[in-house]
């Protein structure tokens, strides 16, 4: 079964701190991952997306990782502001059909 | 413009009410999808809409019916509906399909509906 595993489950930093946010996946054949950003009843807000070929991605403080022999992937955000709590989700889709498998999400909360 | 726009933004309906909830884009996106998403869980999927045709139903019960006028606008009908259909509502679009490399795909910001 095609599934996508994200941890930790929540996590509580200090504003101005980094962080790393873990995704193992087991779809397969796989073309690509992305990292969405959803704040509390909004809709995922796109931050990286990335292709089996692609080993990292950067945008702004964000940079996502893909190891694809592994199957992992890593979201580090630098310099962590309030703003930055939200619900952080790995989804990643096959080469076929229209299916995004989605992880459950990492709960991150940013405090001063 | 890289938006998807859903109305409304919240919706409150009785179990014997019709409703409908909206989504629109304008980035000639010929894939658009409807998710239900139930707190703290990710979202699932319930209809894919390919160039304007129906192509995937999650066996999703027949009191939610989608429809795609047109390549911008995607619709979900809504009647007699339970109080644990209450959720929020995502609409998605993408072009060509979630599947091809670095297709980007957009969310609106959902519908949040309540089911009394």
């Known amino acids: 079964k095609n599934q996508v595993e994200q941890s930790p489950q929540s996590l509580i930093i200090l504003e101005g701190k980094n962080c790393t946010l873990q995704?193992?996946?087991?779809?397969?054949?796989?073309?690509?991952l992305r990292w969405y950003k959803q704040d509390t009843g909004r809709g995922p807000v796109s931050l990286t997306i990335?292709?089996?070929?692609?080993n990292t991605k950067s945008n702004g403080r964000y940079t996502a990782t893909l190891d694809a022999d592994t199957k992992q992937s890593s979201l580090h955000i630098t310099a962590s502001q309030l703003s930055d709590s939200a619900s952080y989700i790995c989804?990643?889709?096959?080469?076929?059909?229209?299916?995004?498998?989605f992880g459950a999400g990492t709960i991150l909360r940013v405090k001063s | 413009d890289t938006e998807v726009t859903q109305t409304p933004k919240h919706l409150v309906m009785g179990m014997t009410n019709k409703k409908s909830l909206k989504c629109e884009q304008h980035?000639?996106?010929?894939?658009m999808y409807w998710y239900k998403q139930k707190a703290k869980k990710p979202p699932e999927l319930m209809f894919v809409y390919s160039y304007e045709k129906l192509s995937i139903n999650e066996s999703v019960p027949s009191r939610f019916s989608p429809e795609c006028p047109n390549s911008s606008l995607l619709n979900l009908h809504l009647h007699a509906l339970q109080p644990e259909d209450s959720a929020l509502y995502l609409c998605?679009?993408?072009?060509?399909?979630?599947?091809?490399?670095?297709?980007?795909?957009?969310f609106g910001q959902g519908t949040r509906l309540t089911v009394v």
């Open positions: 998605a679009s993408s072009s060509p399909g979630m599947g091809q490399k670095n297709t980007e795909a957009f």
């Open positions: 995704c193992n996946y087991t779809v397969s054949p796989f073309s690509n």
């Open positions: 990335m292709t089996f070929s692609e």
């Open positions: 989804v990643v889709s096959a080469p076929y059909g229209n299916k995004l498998v």
């Open positions: 980035m000639g996106h010929r894939a």
